[in-house]
């Protein structure tokens, strides 16, 4: 029996920030270096269409995303790194797999159904701004699994539909043409951290309440110091388990920094030095990688060349996935 195979992307519409980096990066590279996966992490670039309109930042947001991963010490020889964009052989799998897929469980989609509740509450037509993307969007998360026949797959709670669908497709497709696919299953960390964001909500691009992971160190402090707080003066006691500024230092502190910047809480730490602490605790964690970082970005050809290096392996799993898959609905050739 070989490794399982693990997969893990991340969409090319923004900036990395911090709730990226302790949720999903940090844990994965960190995994992938103990070799007990055959792990496959790629850039979502054809999900980025989606989401957004704007090639430049879609551009910009991939070369940000890949140059992230590789400062943070991602092992691309021991690993598979690679752009969706980079691999034909998802998308048209996507579309033989459109063809077996029922639209009544694409309309259960949790994005697509909270798009069609606002319209409703808006008194538009309920599909207004519904593009095909948005609608079939499980599809190509399913591809994207498929195609490698991926056993685990690391999502937050909110994406856990999404995976059960990639299965529910899977299964359909095993039904009428024989046993093809592996069925996925969702990798659930319960103790993965979620931060909340500048305004006390879950960090996310969608709220604009991020912390970019690699700020220049003026910046980073500026961004820690608009972290929404509580009227409490210096002196008085401090909830640590309902604070942001807390939280992030829980993700980034040893337990025994933890159990100190508790007791400080305790003891009435002011807003502004806790902040002030949290920002050193922070830049001293990421500074190395920064440095890196900076560097990878002006580095457009490496940045290229690992990610080419990343498809040719990509695709070498691929390949043989898709040419299954055609054989078992009729495309084969005739010789």
Request: with cysteine; aromatic share 8%; glycine share 6%.
């Amino acid at each position: 029996m070989g490794k399982q195979r693990v997969l893990t992307g991340i969409t090319t519409t923004g900036t990395p920030h911090l709730g990226n980096y302790v949720g999903a990066i940090q844990p994965a590279i960190a995994e992938s270096q103990r070799g007990e996966y055959d792990a496959f992490f790629f850039l979502a670039d054809y999900h980025a269409l989606i989401k957004s309109h704007e090639p430049a930042v879609v551009h910009q947001s991939s070369r940000e995303i890949a140059a992230t991963w590789l400062a943070l010490g991602l092992d691309t020889d021991a690993t598979t790194f690679y752009r969706q964009s980079d691999v034909p052989e998802i998308t048209e799998l996507s579309w033989i797999l459109t063809c077996v897929c029922a639209k009544g469980l694409m309309n259960r989609s949790h994005a697509y159904k909270a798009a069609v509740q606002d319209n409703e509450q808006k008194g538009d037509d309920p599909d207004f701004g519904v593009t095909m993307g948005l609608f079939s969007y499980p599809i190509l998360m399913a591809a994207d699994i498929l195609t490698f026949n991926a056993s685990k797959v690391p999502v937050g709670r909110d994406q856990i539909q999404h995976l059960e669908m990639a299965r529910d497709i899977a299964q359909r497709f095993n039904h009428l043409y024989g046993d093809t696919f592996v069925l996925p299953e969702a990798v659930v960390g319960d103790d993965a951290a979620v931060l909340s964001g500048l305004d006390g909500r879950k960090m996310s691009k969608s709220y604009g309440n991020t912390i970019p992971l690699f700020l220049p160190e003026k910046k980073l402090q500026k961004h820690i110091n608009k972290i929404k707080t509580n009227l409490l003066e210096p002196g008085e006691p401090k909830d640590p388990d309902t604070s942001t500024v807390f939280e992030i230092w829980q993700a980034f502190a040893s337990p025994e920094q933890t159990a100190e910047m508790r007791k400080k809480f305790a003891e009435g730490i002011a807003w502004g030095q806790a902040k002030k602490e949290l920002f050193e605790l922070i830049n001293a964690h990421i500074a190395p990688a920064r440095e890196r970082y900076d560097e990878l970005l002006l580095d457009g050809v490496l940045l290229e060349a690992e990610l080419l290096k990343g498809a040719a392996k990509a695709r070498a799993h691929a390949a043989p996935m898709l040419a299954k898959a055609r054989k078992a609905v009729g495309l084969a050739a005739f010789s």
